[in-house]
């Protein structure tokens, strides 16, 4: 199986990359399509993007969008309409990150794009 390109979370100077996709919920509840068909995917992001995110003042951030599927422009199919960085309102949820060993993994809870707790 092909390792999956991460996310990356900016926090206080460094970068992580994320075991969490907190987009997908976004997703899902704006019924958006991200890839045409299969044919639109490359093996090592099969969810077809990649995100930038940043935890400042106390809040999940949406930094940045790439996508990485074949001629596809993915950011109209979000409703940005500010553009970036966007508050992570739709994210509830445990937010997992690590920096280079999957071993020491860093969880935060995140509730409505507010940071409640780190583990």
């Not at 979370?9 to 509840?29: A, K, M, V, W």
């Not at 639109?40 to 990649?50: H, K, L």
């Not at 949820?93 to 780190?118: H, M, P």
Request: charged letters at 25%; proline letters at 3%; a neutral charge.
């Amino acid at each position: 199986m092909t390792d999956q390109m991460k996310d990356r979370l900016h926090l206080d100077g460094q970068t992580f990359l994320l075991r969490s996709e907190p987009l997908n919920s976004y997703i899902r509840t704006h019924c958006i399509k991200v890839t045409r068909d299969l044919n639109d995917t490359v093996s090592c992001c099969w969810r077809g993007y990649t995100a930038d995110w940043q935890i400042a003042e106390g809040r999940l951030w949406l930094t940045g969008l790439r996508a990485v599927i074949k001629d596809n422009d993915i950011l109209p199919r979000f409703n940005f309409k500010t553009g970036f960085p966007v508050l992570a309102d739709w994210v509830s949820d445990e937010v997992v990150f690590y920096q280079r060993d999957e071993l020491f993994a860093i969880s935060c809870t995140v509730i409505n794009g507010t940071l409640i707790k780190n583990r």
